[in-house]
């Protein structure tokens, strides 16, 4: 999880000095790879935090 909102974090800064076009196109794409990191990373944990019979599931 770490990992993940550090790629966050570096890709807001990475737009944050550096306003450009072509730095938003990439920091977008580090941040949907940390956010798509994020989603793999806490669905177990929501899982098992709520209980698996309060946990939608499609099978």
């Known amino acids: ?3 993940a909102f550090t790629l966050n974090f570096l890709g ?6 550096n306003p450009q ?3 938003a196109l990439a920091s ?3 941040i949907g790879i940390g956010m798509a ?5 806490i669905n177990p944990l929501m899982r ?3 209980g698996e019979e ?3 599931f499609s099978r």
Do not use: P, R, S
């Open 1 to 3: 999880m770490l990992i």
């Open 12 to 17: 807001a800064l990475l737009f944050a000095f």
């Open 21 to 23: 076009y072509g730095m």
């Open 28 to 30: 977008l794409f580090i």
């Open 37 to 41: 990191m994020l989603q793999v990373i």
């Open 48 to 50: 098992v935090a709520g």
């Open 54 to 56: 309060h946990f939608a």
